[in-house]
C-alpha cells in the first residue's frame, strides 16, 4: 500500500522567500507529525495533528512556522520569511491514532536550503 | 537537550559480525521505539518495546530496556551490508503533555563492511 508521501523532495530557495511543504499520510491515519532533521543530528519535534482536536504546535521554533491540516488527510507545513538556518530535512509521519505505543510511518522528508 | 542519546555515535563492523547500540533517557516513559534510517531516506520502525517489558526479539534483533538505569540496547546479530544507515531510538512519555510525542537521539551511524 501506498506509504507517506511528501512533496517536494527538494527546495531550494533564497532567505527571505516563504515555502510550503506537503504531506499526504497513509489513508486512515488520524495522527500526524511534522519533525525537522539537521544534519547529523536526530529529530526535533515541530508539530502533531490527531483528527479534529487542536493541533500540539509546542515544538514550532518561531512564529515564522505554521502549520495545517485540512480533512484531516493532507497537511501543509508553511515557512515564512526563511532564514539560512531554516535548511534541513523536514519529516512528517503518520500513525493510525494518537495513542501511546502506535509506531509511526515516515515519508522521505523535505530537503531544505535556503541559500 | 535530547530524551534519547545513543552511544556509540558511529559503529563499523565486519559483515556477519553483531552490533550492539545502546540508548539512554533521562525520563519516565512510556515506550521506547528504535528506528532505522538509510542515507536520504525517512526512518523505518524496527521495534517497540514497552515499559513493564525487558527484552523483544524481532528476526535478528533483539532490544532490552533497563528501566531502572533509563536506559535501552539493540542487538542485530549477524549483521549484514544491508543493515547500514542510522538507527535511532525514541521515547514516548509516560504522562502528561507532549505525551504523544516522541523524542529521538541523534542517532548511531552503523557501517557494516562485506
Known amino acids: 500500500g501506498a506509504g507517506v508521501s511528501q512533496s517536494p523532495s527538494n527546495k531550494v530557495t533564497e532567505k527571505g522567500k516563504d515555502v510550503e511543504l506537503r504531506c499526504d499520510p497513509i489513508?486512515?491515519?488520524?495522527?500526524l507529525y511534522w519533525y525537522r532533521q539537521s544534519l547529523g543530528q536526530g529529530l526535533e519535534f515541530l508539530i502533531y495533528?490527531?483528527?479534529?482536536?487542536?493541533?500540539?504546535k509546542s515544538g514550532l521554533p518561531s512564529d515564522r512556522f505554521s502549520a495545517e491540516r485540512t480533512g484531516g488527510s493532507v497537511s501543509t507545513l508553511t515557512i515564512q520569511r526563511t532564514q539560512q538556518e531554516d535548511s534541513a530535512v523536514y519529516l512528517c509521519?503518520?500513525?493510525?491514532?494518537?495513542?501511546?505505543?502506535?509506531?509511526?510511518?515516515f515519508g522521505d522528508g523535505t530537503r531544505l536550503s535556503i541559500l | 537537550s535530547q530524551q534519547g542519546e545513543e552511544d556509540p555515535q558511529a559503529l563499523s563492523i565486519q559483515e556477519g559480525e553483531n552490533a550492539t547500540m545502546n540508548c539512554s533517557y533521562k525520563?519516565?516513559?512510556?515506550?521506547l521505539q528504535w528506528y532505522r534510517q538509510n542515507s536520504g531516506r525517512g526512518l523505518v520502525h524496527l521495534i517497540l518495546?514497552?515499559?513493564?517489558?525487558r527484552e523483544k526479539h524481532s528476526g535478528r534483533l533483539r532490544v532490552t530496556l533497563d528501566t531502572s538505569k533509563k536506559s535501552s540496547s539493540l542487538l542485530i546479530t549477524a549483521s549484514r551490508a544491508a543493515d547500514t544507515a542510522s538507527y535511532f531510538c525514541?521515547?514516548?512519555?509516560?504522562?502528561?503533555?507532549?505525551?504523544?510525542?516522541?523524542?529521538f537521539g541523534k542517532g548511531t551511524k552503523l557501517s557494516v563492511i562485506p
Open positions: 489513508s486512515g491515519h488520524t495522527a
Open positions: 525520563t519516565s516513559i512510556n515506550n
Open positions: 525514541a521515547t514516548e512519555l509516560g504522562s502528561g503533555a507532549g505525551s504523544y510525542q516522541l523524542t
Open positions: 509521519a503518520s500513525s493510525q491514532e494518537g495513542t501511546r505505543g502506535r509506531p509511526q510511518h
Open positions: 518495546i514497552r515499559s513493564n517489558e
Open positions: 495533528f490527531q483528527g479534529n482536536s487542536a493541533p500540539d
